[in-house]
C-alpha cells in the first residue's frame, strides 16, 4: 500500500503561482511512477502530468505544457507540480496518483495508477 498526501492548494489570482506537493508513505517511492489529476466542478477527471520513477521522463496535458512543471524528489518521497501563469479554467480539485512501475514510460490515463491521494482544491480567480 501506498498512501499519498497533496498539499499546497488554495485561492490565487489568474496569473499567479502555486505549487503542490505530494508526500508518499508506505511503499519504495523511488519504484513508483506519479501523476497528477485535476476534476473540476461537473467535469471528469483529467491528465495533468506525469514523470518516470528516475524523473528521466516527464509528460503533460497540451492544456499546461510550458505552464507547469512536475518534478520528484526520491530522497523525500515528494512529487510536485509547480503551477505557473495560472488561469481560472486551470480551478479544479487536483489529485496525485501512484503505481509501481519502473519502466521508462510516463502513464497518462487514470485506470494506469494504482493509488491516489484524496486532493487539493486550486481556484483561480478572475
Known amino acids: 500500500q501506498v498512501q499519498l498526501v497533496e498539499s499546497g492548494g488554495g485561492l490565487v489570482q489568474a496569473g499567479g503561482s502555486l505549487r503542490l506537493s505530494c508526500a508518499a508513505s508506505g511503499r519504495i517511492f523511488s519504484n513508483y511512477v506519479m501523476g497528477w489529476f485535476r476534476q473540476a466542478p461537473g467535469k471528469e477527471r483529467e491528465f495533468v502530468a506525469a514523470i518516470t520513477w528516475s524523473g528521466g521522463g516527464v509528460y503533460y496535458a497540451g492544456s499546461v505544457k510550458g505552464r507547469f512543471t512536475i518534478s520528484r524528489d526520491n530522497a523525500k518521497n515528494t512529487v510536485y507540480l509547480q503551477m505557473n501563469s495560472l488561469k481560472p479554467e486551470d480551478t479544479a480539485v487536483y489529485y496525485c496518483?501512484?503505481?509501481?512501475?519502473?519502466?521508462?514510460?510516463?502513464?497518462?490515463?487514470?485506470?494506469?495508477?494504482?493509488?491516489w491521494g484524496q486532493g487539493t482544491q486550486v481556484t483561480v480567480s478572475s
Open positions: 496518483a501512484a503505481d509501481p512501475n519502473t519502466s521508462a514510460d510516463v502513464l497518462t490515463t487514470e485506470y494506469e495508477y494504482d493509488y
